[in-house]
């Protein structure tokens, strides 16, 4: 059987959240490990890959690839363009902790950039050691100002494969907790039992003990296919243990995360398109001949139309960015990040209100028709009453 065709690792988890209380038999002592906290901005409606790397080539620019045994199972359209920014300290204000973290940049077509800042684990530090620092990292104000002072020098580089640049502020967070050996290389149930695992990915003191239906929640969301690795999902951050040092898990948590940044980007645009067509709607507009004959309706309905198709066009790109062909670990891997953020429930909400801007140039339509008509029936009036007068004078 080939690596990725087995089921995710379900009976673990149950046994996990069974023994709430059970500590394994040796505390988790991180031996390897990262912290990878991603900061995602929207800046434009699209970036053309290809110009994008020639125009950093001098950057050693590379394209992601998923490379791991099952990646078939998962279709990336436009692999994301990655460049290495470099080192940048930083002191956590609240912890009072200054890291170092190496950071690199990620560019995808549909007008996302994803910022990594990868912050070493200190070898021998055990994992409930780590919770503090790593919860001030998840939502860290620090982080998020960090990438916004990069985003515009990148954006001057970028100048030229850049359409449509966004003005738009929020900044979408997500966090790996990337470790790639525990001391004594502990199995996947034994680290599921380890009380400050839930804690960790929820951010959560580990002097408060979680509820047992918290962190079943929690732990409901994990996979594992060998014995020795594990993911475990949640909406603001994730917990991968991976002994071969493969990156393409937090690589799909990453590009799960920037759908989401895009569909919040896209549900706010079409709110404020379609404010602005209800103002329109509800505008009085009289039936004076000039009116009829302007038709106010003509330049609303093009623009609704435009504005429609437009938006239609990069919502249908980003929701296509990743195809699941197959049903792989890899892919399993990726749905459950899917539920855990919510993505379905985005689109749904994007597809109800292109549906209400569809239906509302439809109603612009018909006024349209109906102007028209009026303005047919004048003219036709018109034309009766000279005809008339032509008669009456000869």
Known sequence: MSQHEGEPWSPAVASAASAEGTAPARPLVVREGRVVAYRQLDVADEIDLAVCQALLQASAPRRGALTREGAQSLVISAPPLEVTIGPRSLTLPRTGKRVDAEVSVRVFDYGAVSFSFEVPIPAGSELGEIVPWCDELYDSPELDQAAREMVQPLLA?????????????????????????????????????????????????????????QRQDVLSHSHSYFDDDLVVVDWNCAFVLEPSGSRDIPDILELASSQLLELRYYDELFDAELAQVYRALDRPHGRRIADIVRNPWVDLGRRVLSRLVELSEFAERVDNTLKVIGDFYLARVYESAVRRFRIRAWQASIDAKQALLAQAHTLIRSEIDARRTTLLELVVIVLIVLEVLLAVRH
């Open 157 to 213: 580089r970028l100048r030229g494969s850049v359409r449509g640049e966004h003005d738009w502020n929020p900044v979408e967070t997500y966090t790996v907790v990337f470790v790639r050996r525990f001391d004594g290389d502990p199995t996947a149930g034994e680290v599921l039992a380890a009380p400050s695992l839930a804690s960790l990915v929820l951010g959560e003191p580990t002097s408060r003990r979680l509820s047992p239906s």
